[in-house]
Nanobody, 123 residues
């Protein structure tokens, strides 16, 4: 089993930046990919970005390209989502996910999830 703990959310003004962290523990050696999803009130959970743990290949949702950067620190078993030029529509609970074999944009295939961290973009 893999445990995921997110941190770094908060309130930021439009145009500002935040860096989310997701620390993995437990059976981290079996992790193939990690991803970020988000869910705004009244909306479905949507894909933000994903990374293949071993090689660092990344995939981003169109709205995240050029604004968000997904990185990993192998030694710390931690991934980061640097979010720049934030907009009010980025307001959501951001979730970290991991899986032992899947790499993609569908939330249903990720087996491990964190508890989420709230990001609010407002003036």
């Amino acid at each position: 089993q893999v445990q995921l703990v997110e941190s770094g959310g908060g309130l930021v003004q439009p145009g500002g930046s935040l860096r989310l962290s997701c620390a993995a523990s437990g059976r981290t050696f079996s992790t193939y990919s990690m991803a970020w999803f988000r869910q705004a009130p009244g909306k479905e959970r949507e894909f933000v970005a994903a990374i293949i743990w071993s090689v660092g290949n990344t995939d981003y949702a169109d709205y995240a390209k050029g604004r968000f950067i997904f990185t990993r620190d192998n030694a710390k078993h931690t991934v980061y989502l640097q979010m720049n030029s934030l907009r009010p529509e980025d307001t959501a609970v951001y979730y970290c996910a991991a899986d032992d074999s899947y790499y993609g944009r569908s939330a249903r295939w990720y087996d491990h999830w964190g508890q989420g961290t709230q990001v609010t973009v407002s003036s």
